[in-house]
């Protein structure tokens, strides 16, 4: 495994260790290789290029995906997402961080596919992962202006048109 984000050497006890690598295992198959690789697409996908990130300096497998941005909300703060998989928890190596003692090192993730799909994952947390107040039991849809709740910090999902930039002329 490439992504540091997804080591469980921050767990302690073995059946937490054992829960995230399971939540591991499927938020890893929900991405596709080439997902978590980041850079690289390769034509013969299982998941017929759903979830590949657009390859350096590449064009996008889905030209929609560009026209959009992704973030999450909490308060004032808003955190940037990005195609792929975006970890989410307390540890500073998290895509977002969220300084909580409740919220679990690694919490859960934000799978966003080249196709605009999203997923909310959680990641084995101590607490849980609340989607729309209901605790989620496994890979969740995401929709824009759904509320994700970790411990007592609520998050807002949302999908915008991305701006275009000004043309001086």
């Known amino acids: 495994m490439s992504d540091p984000q997804l080591h469980s050497l921050h767990l302690e006890g073995q059946p937490r260790r054992d ?3 399971a939540a591991r295992e499927k938020l890893q198959s929900a991405c596709g290789s080439q997902t978590l690789a980041g850079d690289v697409r390769l034509l013969n996908d299982d998941l017929n290029g759903s ?3 657009t390859p350096v300096g590449g064009a996008s497998p ?3 995906a560009g026209h959009f941005t992704f973030y999450l909300k909490d308060g004032v703060n808003v955190y940037p997402l990005h195609l792929g998989m975006n970890s989410v928890g307390r540890l500073p190596d ?5 300084r909580d003692e409740c919220v679990s090192r690694r919490h859960c ?21 609340l989607l729309n107040g209901k605790k989620i039991p496994q890979p969740t849809k ?3 202006g759904d509320q994700i709740t970790l411990c007592n910090r609520r998050l807002t999902f949302h999908i915008a048109e991305a701006c275009e930039p000004a043309v001086a002329g």
């Open 19 to 21: 829960a995230f690598r």
């Open 51 to 53: 979830t590949l990130v």
């Open 62 to 64: 889905n030209p929609l």
């Open 94 to 98: 998290n895509d977002v961080v969220v």
């Open 109 to 129: 993730a934000v799978l966003i596919h080249s196709d605009m799909r999203c997923e909310l994952h959680d990641v084995a947390s101590k607490n849980g992962t």
């Open 142 to 144: 995401l929709q824009s």
